[in-house]
């Protein structure tokens, strides 16, 4: 079991602001599994992982793929009070899920470090 | 209502790191509310801020403060197999909650940028 974060790198958010929204997707994604598979991972100790993709594109093409799995997804967009334009996909989550199904969504991404 | 996760910047841990940390601390602390609280927050957007303290002691009297008004909190410490030693708290989770009783205890920190 884990969960993904992916990010939209082509934004280079701002420390806090890329936490709060990672923080978001990991939530929102979390509140789409069902309660098993929710109650695993946290027994599992909430596995996360954060990795990076290249544009808004891109973590649209994931979030097909991985809604086309049945995964948890939720793709957040900002509000644009800040930093960005309102409406920017600033990430997407998927999971918690079966960690082979996510990578085989998600495994030729690279980490966010 | 709003949730807040306090950062321990002391640490200066890199973007990917830091929002892993941020999350853990969001779904950790979220698993602490009671339910018609997480409702509540989830029925207002999730709001959810990011703030900074200047250390590992600053985070602690935080929790404690946090603990002592009944808040739902979470710290977390880094299993430590990367970026800093086993252990290391990195961030303080506190909420959801009464954004006011929030305010009382992290009203003075600083929004992490």
Redesign the interface.
Known sequence: MKQV?V?NEALLL???????????????A??CAPAKIQQAW?AQG?P???L?AESEAELLQLETLARKAGLPVALIQDAGHTVVKAGTITCLGIGPANAEAIDAITGQLK???
Do not use: E, N, S, Y
């Open positions: 974060i990010v701002p420390r806090g602001k890329l936490a709060a929204q990672v923080a978001h997707a990991a939530v929102d979390l509140t946290f909430m996360k992982i954060v990076k980490l966010l470090k």
